[in-house]
């Protein structure tokens, strides 16, 4: 990850960008780049667990950012661009480990709502090797991270429509993370959250 957040492409405080770009380049240092992700194919459990607690933790905190930026921005896009965009990922080319950026990846800052269903119930042997988790989910969710972090216009812009019909949910994107909780400072999530009034206060006019 190369890209430092630039003012004038956002809308939320930059020192809130600053707290995304330090935990993506822990990220980098501890896990390494995307391709780097895919190429180890498989880890065990207890791999599995780390990557994923802290791929978490900044897909939450990106999801507190995106709403600030959702709040702010201004409806300027025209949908057919954003639709432009998502068929040019539909026909992108197969897999290819080391290059990242022909990856097609989303993501989802708010999720679809479903019907709650019955869980289903086993009926076979789990596989032998289930002990072993594939390494291209998260792959494709750091780089999924890094697409956002660098161009987050769009993505603001899809979360401004949804909540625009449906503003309650936005309390969906705030909820408490625990493994925010425990990789960031607690001083930058209580201010990251302050913000995040929705809708804003009205102003004070006594």
């Not at 596989?127 to 988790?133: D, H």
């Amino acid at each position: 990850m190369t890209h430092r957040p630039r003012a004038a492409a956002r809308t939320a405080p930059i020192e809130f960008w600053r707290i995304a770009e330090a935990l993506l380049h822990m990220l980098h240092n501890i896990f390494g780049p995307p391709e780097h992700v895919a190429a180890r194919r498989t880890l065990a459990p207890n791999q599995h667990r780390l990557f994923h607690a802290w791929i978490t933790a900044a897909e939450n905190l990106m999801r507190r950012l995106l709403l600030l930026e959702a709040r702010a921005c201004v409806q300027t896009a025209t949908p057919s661009a954003d639709r432009a965009a998502s068929q040019a990922r539909r026909t992108s080319p197969a897999f290819d480990p080391e290059n990242p950026d022909s990856w097609r990846v989303s993501f989802v800052a708010l999720a679809q709502q479903r019907r709650r269903t019955a869980p289903r119930r086993r009926t076979h042997a789990p596989f032998p090797y289930s002990r072993l988790y594939l390494t291209r989910p998260l792959a494709e969710r750091i780089e999924a991270l890094i697409r956002v972090f660098n161009d987050p216009a769009p993505y603001a812009r899809r979360l401004a429509r949804r909540l625009n019909t449906k503003p309650k949910r936005a309390g969906e994107l705030t909820g408490h993370c625990r493994y925010m909780a425990r990789f960031l400072d607690p001083g930058d999530i209580a201010a990251i959250d302050t913000a995040l009034a929705w809708p804003p206060p009205a102003p004070d006019t006594s």
